[in-house]
């Protein structure tokens, strides 16, 4: 595959300059070393220490690391915190005044926020939200527009206790109800309308449709955030409320919930290998701890630093480095309501300017779209605030790479290549930019405290340059703790029996290069990265056999050179196979049907109609042959277990 191809011949190596090692948190290898063997040497005392340091605590822990009922790890459960407080309160004294969310809008307009200010919101939703009956434990599902009050409904939520579920605002009624059903919440926090790329979202008239769906029953109550300068929605009397009039007569304070270090923080659904999203469940200690010292290390936060996360809310990135990890550790941080293409794909260049953008966070598929759409945009903005770039979500192809460190980055910034995972918290495997020297593609070394290793199918260690699974050897602080209502699918799922239940499967592949450095393939279970975004293939699959034209539907990606990778349908109906314009009408059919059903993210890029699909005799579909077709490639696979060989011509030209 050409991308693989170009990734392992990528050899050039960007040491971080001397002024960034002297100046950094962790300085040159020397300091990233010291840190490790810490952690090899006392891997509950490494945690204890940074837990002490970073995070404040009500209640001091002792207990560290709880192993005895593995793989249901815990972390610091005899302390006590409030993350909310750890974000917001223990600011107040040094920082009240300083600007915490710097907020622009689609259209251009910004706001500074400062902390006092923030907590002071916070404190008024909390309360709001307990007056509605809201109490540690509930839970209570977020359909927001990126935007500060979605900050300030995740912070309420873990201001008292309750667990928040939020649902990135482009899902659909079917997949909202979906989430709301599993955690069985009991509010949802909405808005009257979004606005993304000039473009009105209709949030609140998702939220009817998901709650008129058979399953929706537990929702007491809707909050309603006024967005949109109108109040031109449905509003159901006795169900609806209006956020601004359930807030305006709390007080500004609200006492924190004091929260057990593994009480459950969150859920936060992601896609898996079978139909079902899973309800990532996360608990309060062990995250926060994740997010600070990420924050600390990785983005090697300073005082003055201008931090700016380009992620929604609705995705782990958004929890762990909008709401969370930034407001953890004091910064002034950078949340933007829009698209990067809007107005022009000089958005993202025009707002470092503007804001004085110190440390970038962005995804591999927006820096591929903004080079395709404007190459030399960066070019006429002043970018020379930067001082670190980072990425996430799937892996950069070089080229990518090097455009955003010589263009954007003027040569000058360390790029932060992140892996991590809904799952896994915070990041896991990623450059320390004062001290590991960077490769493009590359998401070099494990953090100190994390173990990770590449092993083969008996879990034994590969040799550099072979392809094995992604694995972590030990529990860490920030780890998932459970899925939402399936301990069973959890430990299968991550703890698989086939090594011995002890090594967390990341669910990747990935190999080592000769200087130890990690480089990520790809996923290998039956996931989708598009966009950076996980979608499962059986999802898409479930959908489309869902409509009632549908007889059976095989869902594969292909590479793609923005996206990284696209969707492709294979679709036999229940009719018969159709052709030329009954055959567009229906792909488009199909393709407005997904978008309902789960999302405009999962929309095919393909559909391909077949009479058939390529299964072997005992009827499984043989989707590694599905996805040579997508390629376009020539089947140079065995194909004598095929029942029935001739339908691979029909399917091979059948692309619409
Ligand atoms: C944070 C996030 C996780 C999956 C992960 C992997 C891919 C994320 C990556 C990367 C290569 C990186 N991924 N970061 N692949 N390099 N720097 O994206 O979480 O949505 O759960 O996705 O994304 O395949 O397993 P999530």
């Known amino acids: 595959m050409s991308t693989i191809d170009s990734v392992l011949q990528e050899n050039r190596l960007f040491p971080p300059s001397e002024d960034f090692r002297i100046k950094a948190n962790v300085s040159g290898m020397e300091g990233y070393n010291a840190l490790c063997e810490k952690a090899n ?55 009240g005044d300083k600007t915490a969310i710097i907020f622009e809008a689609d259209d251009g307009s910004s706001k500074h926020i400062t902390y006092r200010q923030l907590h002071a919101q916070v404190c008024q939703f909390a309360n709001a939200l307990k007056a509605q009956g809201v109490k540690k434990g509930d839970r209570v599902v977020i359909y927001m527009p990126h935007s500060i009050e979605a900050v300030v409904a995740m912070q309420s939520c873990a201001r008292i206790g309750a667990i928040h579920s939020v649902v990135f605002g482009g899902f659909s009624a079917g997949a909202l109800r979906d989430r709301i059903q599993d955690a069985a919440a009991t509010l949802v926090i909405t808005a009257n309308e979004g606005v993304r790329g000039g473009k009105p979202v209709p949030l609140k008239a998702v939220v009817d449709e998901a709650l008129g769906l058979e399953g929706s029953e537990s929702i007491k109550n809707v909050i309603v955030y006024r967005r949109a300068d109108h109040d031109n929605v449905a509003f159901k009397a006795g169900r609806d409320l209006w956020w601004h009039e359930l807030t305006q007569s709390q007080p500004a304070q609200c006492e924190p919930e004091w929260m057990n270090a593994e009480d459950p923080l969150f859920i936060l659904y992601t896609s898996g290998s079978t139909g079902k999203p899973k309800g990532i469940q996360h608990t309060t200690g062990g995250y926060l701890l994740g997010a600070l010292v990420t924050m600390k290390w990785v983005f090697d936060y300073r005082e003055g630093d201008v931090y700016w996360c380009t992620a929604d809310v609705g995705w782990i990135t ?16 950078v949340v933007f309501e829009g698209v990067p293409t809007y107005p022009d794909a000089g958005r993202f260049w025009s707002m470092i300017a503007k804001h004085k953008v110190t440390t970038f966070y962005t995804a591999p598929t927006a820096i591929r779209s903004l080079i395709k759409l404007g190459a030399d945009l960066p070019k006429q903005h002043d970018l020379s605030s930067l001082r670190i770039l980072g990425t996430v979500g799937e892996p950069i192809n070089p080229e990518a790479w090097i455009w ?30 004062g001290a590991v020297a960077t490769k493009p593609g590359s998401c070099t070394l494990p953090l100190p405290g994390i173990m990770a290793d590449i092993v083969d199918e008996a879990g034994a260690p590969v040799d550099p340059g072979k392809g094995g699974a992604l694995v972590i050897k030990r529990p860490w602080p920030s780890m998932v703790r459970t899925i939402w209502n399936d301990a069973e699918r959890f430990k299968k799922t991550y703890f698989p029996e086939e090594f011995n239940g002890k090594l967390y499967l990341a669910g990747d592949s990935a190999h ?7 480089w990520i393939m790809g996923r290998i279970d039956d996931v989708l990265n598009v966009s950076g975004h996980r979608l499962g293939t059986m999802e898409i699959e479930s959908a489309l056999v869902a409509n009632p034209l549908v007889a059976e539907a095989a869902v594969v990606g292909k590479p793609h050179e923005i996206k990284g990778e696209a969707v492709v349908a294979f679709v036999v109906l229940k009719q018969a196979r159709p052709e030329g314009e009954e055959a567009r ?18 929309q095919p890029d393909e559909i391909r109609f077949g009479d058939n699909l390529p299964k072997t005799r ?39």
Request: proline share 4%; net charge negative; glycine share 8%.
């Open 318 to 333: 958004g929890h762990s480095y909008v709401c969370y990890g930034p407001l953890a550790i004091g910064a002034t941080q």
């Open 512 to 518: 080592f290069d000769e200087n130890g450095y990690i």
């Open 585 to 602: 009408r229906i792909a488009k059919e199909l393709r407005e049907w997904v978008a309902h059903e789960i999302g405009k993210i999962a």
């Open 618 to 656: 005992s009827g499984k579909i043989m989707r590694r042959l599905l996805r040579v077709i997508a390629k376009g490639e020539e089947i140079t696979q065995d194909v004598s277990t095929l029942e029935n060989p001739a339908i691979l011509d029909q399917l091979r030209h059948s692309a619409l």
């Open 404 to 433: 955003y460190y010589e263009v954007v980055g003027g040569s000058r910034c360390p790029i932060v290549d992140t892996w991590w995972q809904t799952e896994t918290g915070a990041n896991m495997i990623a450059p320390l930019p």
């Open 41 to 95: 040497n006392d891997y509950e005392g490494f945690w204890a220490e940074l837990a002490r340091d970073l995070v404040t605590w009500k209640k001091p822990f002792n207990k560290v690391l709880d192993e005895t009922n593995a793989p249901f790890f815990k972390w610091f459960e005899d302390g006590e915190l409030n993350i909310s407080y750890n974000c917001l309160d223990r600011h107040l004294d040094a920082r």
